[in-house]
């Protein structure tokens, strides 16, 4: 398999942005369903899957190294507003 180094870049950061919006963002549709999982399940693995930035990570770079593979043209969509969007807000963190 050949791996493009470019692509290898925005993946990385696509699976950094999806991990900050699905563990810490408070963005609506991230923030409820996570907060009714850790109420719900408070002090158990399954709570801490959600919180966990290294544990939620595992997952979506498992998933996204599928969806490279499979679904090339429609993740690389994605991948790119993912990437751009955790590049600005490092870079918005900076000023």
């Given at each position: 398999m050949n791996v493009d180094p470019t692509m290898l870049?925005?993946?990385a950061l696509a699976c950094y942005r999806a991990t900050r919006?699905?563990?810490r963002d408070s963005v609506p549709v991230f923030r409820v369903p996570r907060?009714?999982?850790?109420?719900r399940w408070e002090g158990r693995p399954v709570a801490e899957l959600v919180t966990c930035?290294?544990?939620v990570s595992v997952w979506l770079a498992a998933g996204i190294v599928t969806a490279r593979l499979?679904?090339?043209g429609p993740w690389t969509l994605l991948a790119l507003v993912l990437a751009f969007s955790a590049v600005a807000g490092w870079l918005?963190?900076?000023?």
């Open positions: 870049v925005v993946d919006l699905i563990t907060d009714a999982v850790v109420r930035p290294w544990c499979l679904l090339p918005s963190e900076r000023e």
